[in-house]
């Protein structure tokens, strides 16, 4: 036996079974699975430019700002109910002084806490933002109706935005609430008190005593002038 023959020999398997073998190959092995192939083309996809991936990875990805829209509305200052007219003085002093009467009155029917201070008070009323800082001690109904009035009033300037449900929960931290079955008609009279003291052109009670020159801001003084029953001052 050949040399050449022995070493086929040696590369036989055992069992006796031949090997198969394909005569042409083509196709990166295609053709042992599914037979001849033609009209075919394999393309490989096109590389990446070293120049474009470095640029990626070089470009860092902004992150998300982190803030709460909260945070940043709670740095803006409230509007504030624009009711002084600072263009006539003579009017601007007796706006001030129904503000005096009405911070006087609120804390007397404990609408706002006893430690509020006049000027935080006067504040409210200026129509500029500010934290005026007035710590409202009665119901959200009470405020919320009696912000409603006062903003419909003719004497108080419109601002976009500036509504009762706004001023009740950004100036005072407080929910709205416009249920009117919430309030008495102890509370409701008191409201109507409040737009009366503000409307400069009401008049406001005397003291019984007669002397124009010193108001009597009790509420039945002031039951009695709404009623058209008791003497009022002019100038005031």
């Known amino acids: 036996m050949k040399q050449s023959e022995q070493d086929t020999d040696d590369l036989l398997p055992t069992n006796g079974r031949k090997p198969t073998y394909i005569k042409e190959q083509h196709n990166y092995n295609c053709q042992q699975f ?46 504030t109910i624009r009711y002084y007219k600072h263009g006539n003085n003579g009017l601007l002093q007796r706006q001030r002084h129904r503000v005096d009467i009405l911070y006087r009155k609120w804390t007397e029917w404990k609408w706002i806490d006893e430690s509020t201070r006049p000027e935080d008070f006067d504040r409210l009323f200026e129509g500029l933002p500010c934290h005026c800082n007035i710590n409202w001690t009665s119901t959200s109904a009470t405020l919320t109706i009696l912000l409603q009035e006062l903003l419909k009033q003719s004497f108080v300037e419109k601002q976009t935005r500036c509504t009762a449900k706004y001023l009740v929960a950004r100036q005072f931290g407080r929910t709205a609430n416009s249920s009117r ?17 503000l409307d400069t052109s009401n008049p406001l009670p005397e003291r019984n005593s007669g002397n124009a020159d010193e108001e009597d801001i009790q509420d039945s003084a002031f039951y009695e002038v709404c009623a058209g029953s008791l003497r009022a001052t002019k100038g005031i």
Do not use: L
Not at 60 to 78: D, E, F, G, I, L
Not at 181 to 197: A, L, M, P, Y
């Open 34 to 79: 599914f037979g001849n192939i033609s009209n075919c083309t394999f393309t490989m996809p096109p590389a990446t430019p070293a120049s474009s991936m470095q640029a990626t990875a070089s470009t860092p990805k902004r992150k998300k700002p982190t803030q709460k829209k909260t945070a940043v509305a709670a740095s803006v200052k409230p509007m």
């Open 181 to 197: 079955t919430r309030i008495d008609k102890k509370t409701e009279d008191r409201i109507s008190f409040s737009v009366f003291i």
